[in-house]
């Protein structure tokens, strides 16, 4: 198959950007789309251009690195299926594909279609934990946790972080991320001591950041690699509102956005 | 150099506490006053720094992705071991830790491995706890399956995503840290070289992937947790950023490799499918429980599946192993699926792969019972190779998948050099010469929660720690070191990519240093490898600068050092003449073609110092004594 890869490259974060029109001869359609660029990549490297720089890293749909926009749908045209696992005969000869990274306020950009989810890492940061340390815990039979709540958890617990959701989002919001960890949490026993706080912690973050709103359009659970349902969403807006009325907020801190990689290193090179 | 493992002596089953009464402990006011550098953030890494950190030390951590959570044990599928024995069928932690030496060929530490089976217990408590969201019975227990042809049922899972589900456990401990203030985090940088002042591992190098800066960071003991050296294959099941350079580094600086032929190849993964093929997708072993794998009797024979008839048919681990049939050990396996490959007996497009057939099973039981006992993993398999399963056979072909050997350490997780302490898939550990199924996870959290923060404790408790800052002249070194390799790597403008190389790498090692080994054949892999590696330093091309992110460059760093590992494990596997769990010697096989082990002069770690770039590589043995589990030949006939 021959295809058109329209490539979204950018040197860095102060650089303007652009897209590049990038004839691929020779597709196997065996192939995943990052064999694809990869394959491109070597071209490139060959005719002495830089390469495309993406994230990627499992290549089989689980740690949640890898991620792009291709023809405005965010990892592609399969359902729960991740741009390293979407093979290419789900596209036709001669085909265009626009290869975007995340656009989002939140996700600032790195380079060509790396950006920085430490947002996500933030949001987590804040609240998406239980707060047990290494040798509390009691028996792991002491706390019977019935097969629906269980499955319920790990149904939301299925979140890879990999940010499709917020991409996909008009509004670029995170909720459904957000959403996904406080129901994960919040509908387990073990969950329940902190389940206030947890709520308005996360939430408090998830607004630091500059993502958008949520306005109830459901774009995210429909690209979301591993089919997050809806309803953690209303599920932490149930947390949160309960919380609201109950808690004093007063107690709940929040952790500045950093955009910055530099560490101001001590060695000079 | 004597090695010494610092086992206790005693009773095994009082090793560990007698261990750590022995232990010094740090004041809880001093703890603050001491950093611990924490390389690589998987099951091992976050689990001890969470734990570090929980304890009240100083912790920085490192890894080389944008988030801890990207680790490589999050694709772990199949499930954790643990001796809890709820299904009241015969388990306890003496039969764990029977099992896993014995899965292991009689090639590891008995007392190591005993503390691996007590530890598994306390591990399922604190996953529990945080939250890992395990598969319940109705009435709210804990649930347990089968395992690997294990006779009790002592597997606890999370569906398809167990390590996913362990590694967001740990991952949140760690992010509760971080937002306490005992751990400060550093993603996107990665470990390039290790600082050792006065005999004691005292900081890392480290280059930051965004900027390009070079960076050193200081600490009391530094702990490498860094996974497996799998990708030296380059094609595996690891993860493509998976690298040996942090261990490789270390090893460089003094700490000794140990074991480093004994490679794991798993039987069931999806075949490659084209030269383009970047990495290899497993199915979980769990499929082998209602599969049968066969291939055609006649060489060439091309016809779809489906029309080859039962006498056309060769069920060939049934042939030959009657009693365990399909159910035979993943070496066994593997060995078997590529002898009948050479053959040209294989299918799909490039002859390597066998079929793994649920037909029979369907027909048994149902459509609905296999979609029930395996819907996730047919789906995933049909994804990528648009095939169905419950239509037509499986197409599998083994895979290099895990590493048993890596840094030595002895009972306290130290390696050769003080103060450098190695946790999870990167130390030489409690696998032996095979690692079981659903014990890689239990390893990585047993030494990341339950041993390091005793360890490296009693290590600081015990030890001075004179200052060190950048003007030290190891360290200038260290750093100038890292420079210049850098440098190097940019500067050579050569003719060929990093992946090409990395690809002829791969196929070495696989061809001679793979299923099965001969001492001609590893000769021979070590001189090509010795010329691919000169090749590699006149004629790569590595683009763009060392100024931002740059992907090529990071991939240079970590082929040069898969260049020197894969020297090792030849030179290792050419050493070691006798054949156990996964280092087959063809020269030393049964008449029935098993491995044969050579218990009288063999029976030892072998623990290699680093030579020098062009030295030959220096052996040290480490000798195993057998108290409590009585070595014996294994067959599965």
């Not at chain 1, 009691?138 to 990999?162: L, S, Y």
Request: aromatic share 8%; with cysteine.
């Amino acid at each position: 198959m021959k295809l058109t890869l329209k490539i979204w490259r950018q040197k860095g974060p102060n650089d303007k950007g652009k897209f590049v029109a990038y004839p691929v001869d020779n597709v196997n359609p065996e192939m995943s789309m990052l064999e694809c660029l990869d394959v491109l990549n070597e071209t490139l490297i060959e005719r002495g251009e830089e390469p495309v720089a993406f994230e990627h890293d499992c290549r089989e749909g689980i740690c949640g690195s890898c991620g792009f926009m291709i023809n405005g749908v965010a990892h592609g045209p399969e359902r729960a299926t991740t741009v390293c696992q979407l093979t290419m005969r789900h596209f036709k000869d001669g085909q265009e594909l626009a290869i975007e990274p995340w656009r989002a306020a939140a996700f600032p950009m790195v380079k060509d279609l790396v950006v920085d989810r430490r947002s996500f890492d933030r949001i987590i940061e804040a609240g998406g934990y239980i707060s047990v340390s290494t040798g509390n815990a009691p028996d792991g039979n002491t706390i019977p946790v019935g097969k629906e709540i269980a499955d319920r958890a790990m149904d939301a617990a299925a979140c890879i972080g990999c940010g499709a959701c917020v991409a996909a989002c008009p509004n670029a919001s995170a909720a459904l991320f957000t959403g996904a960890k406080i129901s994960h949490l919040g509908i387990l026993p073990q969950g329940k001591p902190e389940q206030d706080r947890r709520a308005l912690s996360m939430v408090a973050q998830m607004n630091t950041e500059p993502f958008g709103s949520c306005t109830n359009i459901g774009e995210c659970t429909g690209v979301c690699p591993k089919e997050i349902p809806l309803e953690v969403i209303a599920h932490m807006n149930r947390d949160f509102w309960q919380a609201s009325w109950k808690e004093r907020d007063d107690l709940v801190q929040t952790i500045a956005p950093v955009t910055s990689w530099s560490n101001g290193a001590k060695v000079k090179s | 150099m004597t090695l010494d493992a610092r086992i206790p002596s005693g009773p095994i089953e009082q090793a560990w506490d007698k261990a750590r009464f022995d232990m010094k402990l740090v004041n809880p006011a001093n703890k603050r006053k001491h950093t611990i550098l924490v390389v690589g953030s998987g099951l091992a890494g976050a689990s001890a720094a969470a734990s570090l950190g929980e304890l009240g030390y100083n912790v920085r951590c490192f890894c080389f992705q944008d988030s801890p959570r990207r680790a490589h044990s999050i694709a772990a599928q199949g499930g954790i071991n643990a001796a809890k024995n709820y299904q009241n069928d015969g388990d306890s932690i003496f039969r764990l830790f029977y099992d896993t030496v014995k899965g292991g060929d009689f090639r590891a530490r008995e007392a190591n491995v005993y503390r691996l089976a007590e530890n598994s217990l306390k591990i399922i408590d604190q996953c529990v706890a945080q939250g890992v969201p395990f598969a319940r019975e109705y009435g709210g227990m804990l649930t347990n399956r089968s395992f690997g042809g294990a006779q009790v049922s002592r597997t606890f899972y999370a569906r398809g995503q167990t390590g996913q589900q362990l590694l967001l456990g740990a991952y949140q401990a760690l992010e509760r840290q971080i937002h306490a203030g005992t751990v400060a985090m550093f993603p996107r940088t990665e470990m390039l070289d290790l600082i050792v002042v006065d005999g004691q591992a005292r900081g890392i190098v480290t280059r930051n992937l965004v900027t390009g800066e070079l960076d050193v960071h200081f600490g009391d003991a530094v702990l490498l947790a860094t996974g497996g050296y799998g990708n030296v294959y380059y094609l595996s099941t690891n993860a493509k950023g998976s690298n040996a350079t942090a261990i490789w580094r270390a090893h460089k600086r003094g700490a000794l490799f140990a074991n480093p032929c004994f490679t794991q190849i798993h039987p069931t993964c999806i075949p490659v499918s084209g030269d383009y093929q970047s990495k290899l997708t497993l199915m979980s072993e769990s499929l082998r429980n209602d599969g049968r794998i066969w291939v055609p009797k006649e060489k060439g024979d091309k016809r779809p599946p489906n029309q080859i008839p039962e006498d056309g048919r060769d069920y060939y681990l049934e042939r030959r192993y009657p009693s365990f049939g399909n159910l035979v050990p993943r070496d066994v396996a593997s060995r078997n699926a590529k002898a009948v490959c050479d053959e040209g007996r294989g299918v799909g497009e490039t002859g390597l792969g066998v079929y793994l057939d649920f037909s029979d099973a369907i027909a048994r039981l149902g459509e609905h019972v296999i979609r029930e006992r395996y819907g996730n993993l047919f789906d995933m398999y049909q994804r990528i190779t648009d095939e169905d399963p419950y239509k037509v056979p499986m197409r599998i072909y083994p895979a290099i998948h895990y590493t048993m050997g890596g840094l030595w350490v002895d009972y306290q997780l130290q390696s050769t050099i003080p103060g450098l302490f190695v946790a999870g898939e990167a130390n030489f550990s409690d696998h032996g010469a095979n690692r079981l199924g659903a014990s890689a996870l239990m390893q990585g959290l047993s030494d990341g929660y339950f041993i390091i923060p005793y360890t490296v404790g009693n290590y600081i408790a015990t030890h001075k720690f004179a200052k060190v800052d950048e003007t030290h002249s190891e360290v200038r070194a260290a750093v100038s070191c890292v420079q210049q390799s850098t440098d190097k790597l940019l500067s050579i403008n050569g003719k060929r990519t990093v992946d090409s190389f990395h690809r002829e790498l791969g196929k070495i090692v696989w061809d001679e240093c793979g299923m099965s080994r001969t001492a001609q054949g590893l000769e021979k892999a070590i001189g090509q490898v010795r010329a691919l590696r000169e090749n590699f330093w006149q004629n790569v091309n590595v683009p763009g600068s060392g100024d931002d992110l740059n992907q090529s460059l990071e991939k240079a760093g970590r082929v040069a050092d898969f260049f020197e590992l894969a020297e090792l494990m030849c030179i290792d596997a050419r050493e070691r003449n006798e054949s156990c769990g996964g280092h087959f010697r063809e020269e030393y096989q049964t008449p029935d073609g098993e491995a044969q082990r050579d218990d009288e002069h063999y029976s030892y770690v072998a623990a290699w110092g680093y030579g020098g770039p062009d030295g030959k590589p220096i052996l040290t043995k480490e000798p195993l004594e057998f108290h409590y589990v009585h070595p014996s030949q294994r067959s599965y006939k």
